[in-house]
């Protein structure tokens, strides 16, 4: 346990000093082992401890407003969930598994735009001091090792390479062509992401704020990192849905290994998680200064920030609706010529876990992150 509050960015970026690195199949990831073979993620020598003590002094300012999180209801499953996805593997259809975990990369891999985003000065917008906080430091570090995590840094892979390889562990290096082509296809004409582009070229026209009283740059800060806690939250299931599907090994090859890399991005997923929930949290715990200098309660602010997020995602024609019919698209299209496709599609319906749905249609936003 540490009571330092104020961290320099290469402290929030430093790595453990590890025995061995982590290289699968000659490909060499982030993070490393210690020499009782355990696995550690990068750059949380004293990210993990700063984060820790940033939620000890929130808990202990603020009474204990509990820390940001995902309504139990919504934990959906991923999809096409595991039974449906083995149906496909046991009917020797693998295209489609090759295709989501692709996606699911790439996705990871546009994780790094955070570091992008812009805070300007944090501390104008707040009544109360922020320093030694989670948000005083997005820009000191934590942003940056964020983005490392999902993208890669130098010459080790993040999320993104570790994903693709989890699909060549498992698929024995399928062909799946150009990996950004499937993703651009979210937001192409046909099936749901013809809606995304029209909802995004609408709200080009006249953008759509959600706390109009705060500033742009700042709104556009926090929606950003509401969408991107909720994804990283509703990953727990894709981990689960990933380690069940790819590491059975009636259907793929390396499964061990392909399930033990899943395992790895899931530790490192914890800190993200963690960070961004503090700052909002954080943030909600406090009050904001509006453009007119008026006094907004942050529970007003990051309430309002949530429940758009929550909505982008689960409201009628959102990410998950998107998602799904992209993932159907690619198994219909595989199945084509297959001679047993009507009973293979009947049996992958029959077993489709129902998702959350929020009965209202979901918002768009230029810059709202892509999901998987
Ligand atoms: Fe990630
Ligand atoms: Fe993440």
Redesign the pocket.
Known sequence: MTDQFTYGPDELLASHDYVEPLVLAGRRMHGGFTSDGTYVSPRTLNRWPAIETWQRKLAAGSGGIPLLDCPPDFFADFYPNVDQTKCLLEAGVRTPLAHVLTHIGTI?GF?SIIRFVELGDLQARFVEPIDGTAMAHLERGLYEA?AR??SGFEDEGG?QQMWYLVRDLALDNPDVGDPLALTMKTMAADGDGGEVMASMAQSLGGLSRVVPEIDLQLETAITRMTG?LLI?LL?AKTFSWAEQVVGDDRYCASADDAARLVGYIRA??AP??EYLRTTLTEMRARTFIAENGQHLPGTTVIDACWDYSMRAMFGLGGKRQGNRKLFLTLIERELEHHPRRASILADFHDLETPDPVIDEPAPAKVGSQPSY
Do not use: I, K, R
């Open positions: 990871e994780g964020h995590d999902e999320h991107l990283e990953a490192d997923e993200h998680v």
